[in-house]
């Protein structure tokens, strides 16, 4: 199994919602990643887990809670999100950190009204 | 910060033609990977490159890293419409440490 799941595919939600996102791998790696990507743009990187420890947190607003309850699952928690936050969020996994290509899912579209 | 810089923005081609993107680093490089983003879809790896001076070929996709492991080129030849994408490069300064995204180039390819 080489594949990196994502649910949901759309997400909308308010202002005031409490959501989560969640990603799965069964390919045995051992980093996974949170990405936010813009329109035309390229994926911005938010989170990073190895070992299922929380290793780089790329100044993200508190709003966005990452959580890896194993080695497979990786969710993150929304909770007051602005409209500027909408985007497409892509979770991707890795071998290691050590420059080892990623995997990516394909990716929750999520719009905040 | 490290910065990727990539060219052109946006390149359209007819089928046939070839294509070149070219990546540029502010720092050495360890390791630069290539991702290919269909639209409405998400980024798959293409290859890695480790090497100073590298060339790696997939069918009619060539991947070169620079002597100084600051830049690097990927060129298709005679582009088909399957290649229609958002091709990024994306760098690491060490081995293990983030990748760096370039801003990408959005290839369109008229049959």
């Known amino acids: 199994d080489t594949e990196v799941t994502q649910t949901p595919k759309h997400l909308v939600m308010g202002m005031t919602n409490k959501k989560s996102l969640k990603c799965e791998q069964h390919?045995?790696?051992?980093?996974m990643y949170w990405y936010k990507q813009k329109a035309k743009k390229p994926p911005e990187l938010m989170f990073v887990?190895?070992?299922?420890?929380?290793?780089i947190n790329e100044s993200v607003p508190s709003r966005f809670s990452p959580e890896c309850p194993n080695s497979s699952l990786l969710n993150l928690h929304l909770h007051a999100l602005q409209p500027e936050d909408s985007a497409l969020y892509l979770c991707?996994?890795?071998?290691?950190?050590?420059?080892?290509?990623?995997?990516f899912g394909p990716g929750t579209r999520l719009t905040v009204l | 910060g490290q910065q990727v810089m990539q060219i052109p923005q946006y390149q359209h081609v007819q089928e046939g033609e070839d294509f070149t993107t070219y990546c540029n680093s502010s720092?050495?490089?360890?390791?630069i990977q290539w991702y290919k983003q269909r639209p409405g879809g998400h980024p798959v790896f293409l290859i890695q490159?480790?090497?100073?001076?590298e060339v790696k070929k997939q069918k009619r996709l060539t991947f070169q890293f620079g002597e100084a492991k600051k830049n690097s080129s990927l060129h298709i030849t005679a582009t088909q419409t399957t290649d229609v994408g958002t091709y990024f490069c994306a760098g690491a300064r060490t081995s293990g440490s983030r990748l760096t995204f370039g801003e990408g180039t959005q290839l369109t390819v008229n049959p």
């Open positions: 991707a996994s890795s071998q290691g950190l050590a420059g080892n290509e990623q995997f």
């Open positions: 720092t050495t490089l360890s390791n």
């Open positions: 887990y190895s070992y299922e420890k929380l290793s």
């Open positions: 490159l480790v090497k100073s001076g």
């Open positions: 390919m045995g790696h051992r980093a």
